[in-house]
């Protein structure tokens, strides 16, 4: 037990020392955004509905004891009721294939806007990134304090230490905590 609490106080003792050891691994471009654009994918709205085929609606040739027994004219009627099933299919099938390509343009579209929105958020948030590169580089207080915050956040701290951290450049200090209740006081 005594040697775990010298480890412990030796870590605590070089906190310090070894976090000044290791410059601070962010950079302005690694809080940029980047766009990773996802395929359209329209699913069964991407394939052509079947059209209908006569062969399904056509009635059987009569046969040669039924055409003596006037099967050519009962023929002749199958085959004009199967010619208005299979054109009202037809229609049916226009209806339905119209509906299917106005769905399909309408996914496209709600894609194509959400990836606007995407990229339009993204670009926002890298001008905002590139203002604050160019307040930190000119010394304005607070774009100094917002990137060590950041720069303090992505460090690593000892399991169990406190880690609230306040950065401060001049006269009013800012306080900031992290998610897990750490604290730090620079």
Known sequence: MKAQLDARLAELRTLLTSALDTPPQLSFAMLKQTVAVPPFVPG????ALPAPAWEDFAPPPPSVLSGLMGG???????????????ELACADHAL?????THQLRE???????RIKA???????????????????????PDAVEEYFRQVLALSEDPSGFPCEYQVATGESPVSWSSNTGCRRWT
Not at 44 to 47: A, S, T, V
Not at 96 to 100: K, L, Q, T, V, W
């Open 44 to 47: 069964d709205l991407g394939k």
């Open 72 to 86: 050519k004219a009962r023929h002749a009627r199958a085959q004009a009721a199967a010619q208005d099933a299979f």
């Open 96 to 100: 339905a294939e119209e509906a299917r």
């Open 107 to 113: 996914a496209r579209l709600a894609h194509d806007l």
């Open 118 to 140: 995407v990229e339009a958020e993204a670009r926002e948030h890298n001008a905002a990134v590139d203002e604050l590169e160019r307040a930190f580089r000119e010394g304005v």
